[in-house]
């Protein structure tokens, strides 16, 4: 079937097998928004991604079966498509939580309940972030093979949120740079290299188990079975690359273009072998591996996004950079080895933002109903 599940123990759009799509969504919730109007609308964004993902209409009434003098449910958009293997993943930024140390700074009364490990991200070395790209009180990352299918399940969440959330920021994402599953062939970045050769896979139980969800002895307790996203938006210079030669491109990387293979040798999922001295220390690959890194592994699930052309003529593309983790601070750990890295001198970041990502739901439950 082209449909996946909505509900189950963990939200899906994580270990799912990456779609070629991606609508992604920061919220800011109005400044009058209350506790009630915050759990009334992550309900009724729950019942409206559960139809959603099921490739209906976001109400009963739909597009079409509603009083005709009245602006209709659902957009109309989607009417006659598949799901398209559509995922809708809802995410909560630490703003949500207390940000200050005033007693009106606790908007929503949740700054007992905040994860100690959610916070922004901490300033890297080269960064060049950009306050229209960064943060959000919530987000959605709506997944799916066909863009339409994704950018109709953002618009209606965002009609949805009328009078209590507002869009910050979204971004649009094709061309998936990863794989979540042995079955798919691993796809390309925009500097033409295989991406996601060596990521956490959606059906390897104990990697998820250890470096994705947050366990049973993990805290707080309503984020078990969640997750944290961290998210960079990624400018990337194409136009010096593609002038820079192919063994230096494969010398920034530390894989071959043609395979993706280490340049230690082998084929596309041969370890590295960091040893023989043909991977360079700085190179992209060496720094962000796990042995280098203590251990810490992502799941990458990002895409490359396109934003048409900028004042010089070049192309404002880039990627849009989205990891799964148990703890944020094994994002944090791989940016900072990535400070040396040879592709700092073609990629920028301009945006960052965190969100707590809570478990799934049984059916007719909601997301965040563990912490609200
Ligand atoms: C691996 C590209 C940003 C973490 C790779 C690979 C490529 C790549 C081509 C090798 C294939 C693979 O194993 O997937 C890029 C590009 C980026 C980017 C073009 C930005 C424009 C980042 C960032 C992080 C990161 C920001 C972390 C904060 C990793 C990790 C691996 C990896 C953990 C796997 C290392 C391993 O296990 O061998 N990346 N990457 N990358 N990248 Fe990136």
Not at 77 to 102: M, Q, V, W, Y
Not at 224 to 240: C, F, N
Request: aromatic share 8%.
């Amino acid at each position: 079937s082209e449909a996946h599940a909505f509900y189950g123990a963990h939200q899906a759009g994580i270990a799912t097998p990456v779609q070629d799509h991606l609508h992604f969504a920061a919220y800011d919730l109005s400044p009058r928004a209350t506790r009630e109007d915050l759990v009334a609308l992550l309900q009724e964004w729950s019942y409206a991604a559960a139809r959603l993902t099921q490739g209906l209409d976001v109400s009963a009434t739909g597009a079409v079966g509603g009083n005709p003098a009245a602006p209709p449910d659902d957009t109309g958009e989607a009417l006659g498509l598949p799901p398209a293997h559509l995922t809708i993943t809802i995410g909560l930024g630490s703003s949500l939580f207390s940000t200050g140390d005033s007693a009106d700074s606790d908007r929503f009364g949740l700054a007992a309940q905040r994860p100690a490990g959610l916070a922004p991200l901490p300033p890297f070395l080269g960064d060049a972030l950009q306050a229209e790209w960064s943060h959000g009180d919530l987000c959605i990352q709506a997944c799916a093979d066909d863009p339409q299918v994704a950018v109709h399940a953002v618009r209606n969440l965002s009609r949805t949120a009328f009078g209590r959330a507002s869009v910050r920021w979204s971004q649009m994402g094709f061309g998936r740079t990863s794989r979540t599953s042995a079955a798919q062939a691993t796809p390309r970045n925009l500097f033409g290299f295989k991406d996601g050769t060596r990521n956490v896979l959606g059906t390897e139980e104990d990697r998820l188990a250890e470096h994705v969800w947050v366990g049973e002895g993990d805290e707080p307790a309503w984020l078990r079975g969640g997750s944290y996203l961290a998210v960079r938006k990624i400018e990337m210079q194409l136009e010096p690359w593609d002038r820079t030669s192919l063994a230096e491109q494969e010398r920034v990387l530390g894989r071959d273009k043609a395979e993706g293979a280490p340049l230690s040798g082998g084929t596309e999922f041969t370890e590295p072998d960091f040893a023989a001295g043909a991977i360079d220390v700085a190179s992209h690959v060496a720094l962000a591996h796990p042995d280098h890194n203590g251990g810490a592994t992502l799941l990458r699930r990002g895409y490359n996004f396109v934003d048409g052309t900028n004042a010089l003529g070049r192309l404002d593309a880039g990627l849009f950079f989205l990891a799964y983790v148990r703890d944020l601070e094994q994002v944090i750990t791989v940016q900072r080895a990535l400070a040396t890295d040879l592709m700092n001198e073609y990629v920028r970041h301009i945006g960052s933002a965190t969100f707590a990502i809570p478990p799934g739901v049984a059916p007719g439950g909601w997301v965040g109903e563990t912490l609200l």
